[in-house]
């Protein structure tokens, strides 16, 4: 697979930022018990309404924003490395927030954005904290996958993508490989999203 050049944001979106949408959109503001800091990842967000965000800041900003692809989300995830995590073998303590990280959060909830070390590429979270809508629709292997990264699109397409795991997970559901799905209209308190912005 060879990517496009694309940007993906630091941080999965908060719920500072998100709120900014719903007040300027009129959709209503998610539920949660993370939203006493606005630095916590926004949760409760149906890819729908992910979609909406992207959208949104596209018209706002003048750039193309969306969601990332499973191959842009990988490459992110894996950040120069081949190993389980972007950070080694061993999940250990306190790289990640998930539900055998040994972090404060770990089992109970989502942490501030940025509360643990970047990887090599500069990204935070992309192993854990909470589980990431993708645009791709899913399918169950990659035998339809492009050589360009792009997201598998289908008109009939019952479940989207999702990726890294969260707070709630087992350490094996962080690994850069694993792969969960949803109905697009779902919305769980430990899954939300980060934007891809195009050049």
Same mark, same amino acid.
């Given at each position: 697979?060879?990517? !496009?050049?694309? *940007?993906? !944001?630091?941080? +999965? ?21 993370? /939203?006493? &800091? ?11 309404? %992910?979609? %909406? ?10 750039? /193309?924003?969306?969601?990332?692809? +499973?191959?842009?989300? +990988?490459?992110? $995830? /894996? ?13 250990? +303590? *306190?790289? $990640? ?12 909830? @989502? @942490?501030?954005?940025?509360?643990? %070390? %970047? =990887? ?45 795991? !969260?707070? @709630?997970?087992? =350490? ?14 779902? /919305? ?8 891809? &912005?195009?050049?």
């Amino acid at each position: 697979v060879t990517l !496009s050049r694309f *940007a993906l !944001s630091k941080y +999965e979106i908060t719920f500072q930022q998100y709120d900014r949408f719903a007040q300027a959109t009129g959709r209503a503001r998610p539920r949660s018990a993370g /939203r006493g &800091r606005a630095s916590r990842p926004v949760v409760h967000v149906s890819w729908r309404d %992910a979609v %909406a965000y992207t959208e949104w800041l596209s018209a706002r900003t003048g750039h /193309r924003y969306r969601l990332p692809t +499973e191959a842009e989300w +990988e490459f992110a $995830a /894996r950040s120069g490395s081949i190993t389980r995590y972007w950070w080694g073998t061993e999940v250990g +303590e *306190a790289h $990640a927030n998930c539900f055998d990280c040994g972090t404060e959060w770990s089992g109970r909830e @989502a @942490a501030p954005v940025g509360s643990f %070390a %970047a =990887s090599a590429f500069g990204l935070h979270d992309l192993a854990g904290n909470v589980r990431e809508w993708l645009q791709d629709c899913y399918v169950p292997t990659y035998d339809s996958a492009s050589v360009d990264g792009s997201a598998v699109a289908s008109s009939q397409c019952p479940q989207r993508v999702i990726r890294g795991g !969260s707070y @709630a997970s087992a =350490s094996p559901k962080l690994r850069v490989t694993t792969r969960d799905r949803a109905e697009p209209d779902t /919305r769980l308190d430990d899954l939300g999203f980060r934007v891809v &912005r195009e050049y």
